[in-house]
């Protein structure tokens, strides 16, 4: 089993969050409004966009769904 990085894990996390907040202006969303459509508090919206959350599976889902997008489409850095 390859050695955990935390640095490396705390990137992946500020790249995740990056591109959650980029998916979510391009929609003009508030973060209080994507949290009301993925059925989250604000406030785990904030936390995800600076990286500070080690988001699960059902909310990754949840997301992907109130922005419109694939669940892949957050793991990726593609122009929106």
Do not use: C, K, W
Request: hydrophobic share 40%; proline share 4%; no cysteine.
């Amino acid at each position: 089993m390859p050695e955990r990085n935390d640095d490396e894990l705390r990137a992946q996390h500020l790249r995740f969050g990056q591109r959650v907040r980029d998916l979510r202006q391009a929609r003009r969303l508030s973060q209080e409004e994507l949290a009301e459509l993925a059925g989250v508090h604000r406030t785990y919206v904030s936390s995800l966009e600076r990286g500070q959350r080690n988001v699960g599976l059902d909310n990754i889902l949840a997301i992907a769904a109130a922005l419109g997008v694939p669940p892949s489409d957050l793991f990726t850095e593609e122009a929106l």
